[in-house]
């Protein structure tokens, strides 16, 4: 009883789709509805191109449990497959390190179709789904929590076409914020990659004067320190960049926590307690988010998320 949408996300038949395990007729009644969500989100969010398509590899989705005392450290769940090619944790597997007491595999860390490393699809939208009554946000922990932007963004964010979003130009007194986002495809002396600034009106505005080599300045630790200096031309630019999450390293563990307000004091903190029937959906690249240790309760999930397909392969 595979949905034409899904594929199961550790390469094996799990309960999503064994009709032995459990209430199957429900879960595929579950996943219908997922189905629509995804079908509804592909006609109303702007430039979402190939969300629509409902074959293989567009659609993971899974459990999740946390025992007491787990928790995930903060990432994304998609990366720009520059982001990836060199760096295995920049690709995700951060989420491998989801810390004591979690018994199931962590969904992100899974051999789920990726860009970048040749797969056809890429995550999109990131939805969970909560299954825990009676959970007391006080006294239970695991608390999702999203590290909004506390500014609107100025422009869509995620993607434009083949281009990810890598980070944002914080508001000034005339201008909104923006997103930024990553060409991989420019054809230059130096190298193919030029960061540009998205506005409202679907235009743009290079902030790299050449295009550069990707490897190694935007896997550098260090965040938007080394950034600003690095990837960014124009001083006044600089001073705005924010990269949407620090990249890992051997040595991020060695720096100083991304204080709450994050790295550039632009961000806002969401906690959404995990209680049972709450649907959460955000765009996968440009919202850093984490999991809040659990205390004393099993925590719950069902996780998923909706593909689009890779234009830059
Ligand atoms: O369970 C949650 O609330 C979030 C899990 C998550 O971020 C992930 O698995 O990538
Ligand atoms: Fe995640």
Redesign the pocket.
Known sequence: MVMPSFYPSKGTDGPWVDPTIGDAAARRRFGDRMAQVKATLAKQLVDRRTLAEDGAQTHEMSY?R?GPGAS?PR?T?EHHGELKKAHSVAS?DE?KK?NEGASSP???GSEAPRSGDGKTTRRSV?W?V?LNDNWDAQLDGGA?RVHERAAPSAAPVGARGADLQIGWLKATASEGELPVFLDAHRPGESGNCCLYAAYADGSTRDLSRAPFTASPTLYLAGGDFFARRLLVDEPRDAARFHLIDSPKSAVSGLLPPTPPEGEDGGERIRD?P?TAGTL?LFDSVSVP???LPTTRRE?F?C?GWFHERVLYS
């Open positions: 999740t946390y995930l990432h769940d995700g989420n989801r962590s969904p992100s990131t969970l909560y999702l959404v995990p959460v988010h984490e999991v925590r999930a996780s």
